[in-house]
């Protein structure tokens, strides 16, 4: 069932956001920082930024039980109508699950969404680029849009060339927008790996990948 309290919930984000930036600011909604898209002939209105915020809020909710910190929202005409958030790699489970990415829960939940749903006009926000799996979900699905904050050099399958592909993804014109608030991602991530408990992914390239990046201030925002 959609839960509108979402969109209070990003406009609250976007201005606290906004007050971090400069506490002296009387900001309000009106100022938040907005970006114009253009996705497939359909312009709308959206801060990223703030939707991001909500996928964040996730990814660290389940970090705190020691899950993979990655977190999902997709939001249709400036709603979220579905979320998600990983699950499934916590240390006390015996084997971890390579299902339950925070992007297939999310496509789940948007499958009973109570709201009428035009695949096309979703935007599908994620902390970490999409994994191969995840991204195949979300071209069968029909999304129109993905954004999302973190590069995953070791999974992240995005970057797959769709020409290649059979008509069935070669089609797609799903558009990608890459680095929304890539920094709070990535502490995130840093901070996953310096816990000694959490055992998913350690000693892997991501790993390594996450600790050069956090190293590397300038390059962030
Ligand atoms: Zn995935």
Redesign the pocket.
Known sequence: MLDCSYIKDAIRYSIRQKKQANPDSGCNIKQAPKERCRCKGMQYTMNHEAFMGLALDQAAAVAARGEFPVGCVIVQDGQVVARGARFGTSPDRSMVSEVD????RALRNLEICQQAVVPQNCTLFCTME??????GAILLAGLGTIVYAFEDPM?G?TSCDLRFLPPLYRDSRVQVIRGICRQKSLDLFYNFFNKEANRYWKNSFLEAYVRKQHQMPGKNK
Not at 101 to 104: K, L
Not at 130 to 135: A, E, Q, S, T, Y
Request: net charge negative; charged share 10%; hydrophobic share 40%.
């Open positions: 990415h925070a992007e297939i999409p994994c191969l799996m995840c991204f999974g399958g």
